[in-house]
């Protein structure tokens, strides 16, 4: 079983484009983050998210808007999309007891 | 603010070479700290951990000490393996906060 599952892998879309990215984690856990990796693997974080309440907004354009219909999903919906948006999103959760972060396998956004 | 300084890469060795990535952390109280790993093409994975002052984090032959006097938790591994090959992210957490906090990361690549 996946512990933390983002959709799609791969999204290819045009300037101006709106689309979403998918997240769902089946660990229980209350915290829920979404990240940006740039080229350079630098990791950004965007927005966290505990038992579906925002927390954390890290200067993020409001074209990127996080929804959490419950605290096991997280999605992210990006308007009117950018060349600069182009990065790999990682959505990830984490446990409160131990502090551990579990990672998705990342959505690789590239925009043309 | 929180923030966690890394050595600078791309890190190359050769196979059964003794590895070390250097972490500095400027936090206030007593943060968690993190080393991650990201293999090519997936998400990050929690590699080792330590909560307080002087613990020592091991996993796969790597180790990490919690160092407050010098606010270091600096990577080792006395034998790397081509397959060690992958981005190293020191991370930290304080305390009951929302924000896991990432280092800029490290590439390594070990060579046959």
């Known amino acids: 079983d996946t512990a933390v599952s983002q959709t799609p892998k791969y999204l290819v879309t045009q300037m101006g484009n709106d689309k979403s990215i998918k997240c769902e984690q089946n660990?229980?856990?209350?915290?829920m983050y979404w990240y940006k990796q740039d080229s350079k693997k630098f990791l950004k974080i965007m927005f966290s998210?505990?038992?579906?309440?925002?927390?954390i907004n890290e200067t993020v354009p409001n074209r990127f808007s996080p929804k959490s219909p419950d605290k096991a999903h997280l999605n992210l919906h990006i308007n009117s999309l950018e060349l600069g948006d182009s990065a790999v999103y990682f959505c990830a959760s984490r446990s409160t007891g131990t502090g551990e972060a579990f990672f998705g396998q990342g959505t690789r956004l590239t925009v043309v | 603010g929180n923030s966690v300084t890394q050595m600078e890469g791309p890190v190359t060795l050769s196979e059964e070479a003794f590895l070390t990535i250097n972490c500095t952390y400027t936090a206030t109280g007593y943060p968690s700290l993190f080393w991650y790993v990201q293999y090519p093409g997936e998400g990050l994975q929690l590699l080792l951990k330590a909560t307080k002052a002087d613990d020592k984090g091991s996993n796969k032959g790597f180790e990490a000490t919690y160092r407050k006097e010098t606010t270091s938790f600096h990577l080792e591994k006395g034998s790397v393996q081509v397959s060690d090959s992958a981005v190293y992210f020191c991370a930290l957490s304080r305390q009951g906060a929302q924000k896991l906090v990432f280092g800029q990361g490290t590439r390594l690549t070990i060579n046959p």
């Open positions: 998210y505990n038992n579906k309440e925002l927390i």
């Open positions: 660990l229980g856990h209350d915290t």
